[in-house]
């Protein structure tokens, strides 16, 4: 089972970066899928949350509004759009399955002017 993230990046504020998760090993209709983020000094928080079929999304209160995950089952990825991006929002994004698979090496997100 292998996570890999992509498509991160250094942008100013304001900006929008859009992530992709590629699965490899299992099927990722078979499962939730989440988005989390690591900042420096900080724990790993959950960001974002799909079922399986997409039908139902959550997101944690500080990005509701610019984000949103989408997944596309026939690819076997799962992405992260996001939006009006804020120099809070600068981590370490990791995407990860229900239940918890081993996590991938992230994708750097940088928010800076």
């Known amino acids: 089972v292998q996570l890999v993230e992509s498509g991160g990046g250094s942008v100013q504020p304001g900006g929008s970066l859009r992530l992709s998760c590629a699965a490899f090993g299992f099927t990722v209709s078979n499962y939730p899928m989440s988005w989390y983020r690591q900042a420096p000094g900080k724990e790993r928080e959950l960001v974002a949350a799909?079922?399986?079929?997409?039908?139902?999304?959550n997101y944690r209160d500080s990005v509701k509004g610019r984000f949103t995950i989408s997944r596309d089952n026939a690819k076997n990825l799962v992405y992260l759009q996001m939006n009006s991006l804020k120099s809070e929002d600068t981590a370490v994004y990791y995407c990860n399955r229900v239940p918890l698979a081993s996590w991938g090496q992230g994708t750097q997100v940088t928010i800076s002017s």
């Open positions: 799909i079922s399986r079929v997409g039908s139902s999304t």
